[in-house]
């Protein structure tokens, strides 16, 4: 028999999300472009934030060129190529994970986790114990919270409309996350 899982223990407000976002070429291609931002939800600020992008590289997904690609539009290409990026990325993401209480991401599988183990991959030796612990996941959160799953579709779009966010804009994507996981652990 399975018995009902204990209540989370209330969280105490001003917890700090390292929340970030990737936009790829396609679902298993490249990084190509990133959002990310320590939100403070006490606060509800972005205490600091990172953002790059760098040209997709080999041919456009469809999807991309159709959902992404207008989204970002406005957003200026700062870095040749991805490796650049994912460096550049990890210096924030060191400076960053180090004022956080949890790393977020909205769906991490695939691409938020390949880009973190890429990020490693770049230089093992030295990033070898570097990673997230833990890398919380929207989803997860909700489920773990008692609430419905299947809401996250609702509470982002509400937190969308709201706060007039671009779906597929990385740092909107980070942001709207962070939001859903204040809201949902009723830490604002």
């Known amino acids: 028999?399975?018995?009902?899982?204990?209540?989370?223990?209330?969280?105490?407000?001003?917890?700090?999300?390292?929340?970030?976002?990737?936009?790829?070429?396609?679902?298993?291609?490249?990084?190509?472009?990133?959002?990310?931002?320590?939100?403070?939800?006490?606060?509800?600020?972005?205490?600091?934030?990172?953002?790059?992008?760098?040209?997709?590289?080999?041919?456009?997904?469809?999807?991309?060129?159709?959902?992404?690609?207008?989204?970002?539009?406005?957003?200026?290409?700062?870095?040749?190529?991805?490796?650049?990026?994912?460096?550049?990325?990890?210096?924030?993401?060191?400076?960053?994970?180090?004022?956080?209480?949890?790393?977020?991401?909205?769906?991490?599988?695939?691409?938020?986790y390949r880009f973190l183990l890429q990020c490693q991959e770049d230089d093992l030796e030295a990033r070898y114990w570097d990673h997230p612990f833990p890398l919380l996941d929207l989803t997860s959160l909700l489920l773990a919270s008692g609430q419905d799953p299947s809401a996250k579709s609702q509470l982002i779009t509400r937190i969308v409309r709201e706060g007039n966010f671009k779906r597929h804009h990385p740092l909107d994507d980070a942001t709207i996350a962070a939001l859903a996981a204040s809201q949902a652990l009723g830490l604002n």
């Not at 989370?8 to 679902?27: H, R, V």
């Not at 970002?72 to 190529?81: G, L, N, R, Y």
């Open 1 to 112: 028999m399975i018995s009902k899982s204990p209540k989370l223990p209330k969280l105490a407000p001003g917890i700090k999300f390292l929340s970030f976002d990737l936009e790829t070429n396609g679902l298993h291609g490249e990084a190509f472009a990133v959002g990310a931002l320590l939100f403070d939800t006490l606060t509800g600020k972005v205490v600091d934030q990172f953002v790059a992008r760098c040209p997709v590289g080999d041919e456009v997904d469809p999807w991309v060129k159709a959902n992404v690609l207008p989204a970002i539009a406005s957003m200026p290409q700062t870095h040749d190529d991805a490796t650049a990026m994912r460096h550049d990325f990890w210096q924030w993401y060191l400076q960053a994970e180090a004022q956080c209480d949890y790393v977020l991401v909205s769906n991490g599988y695939p691409v938020e």
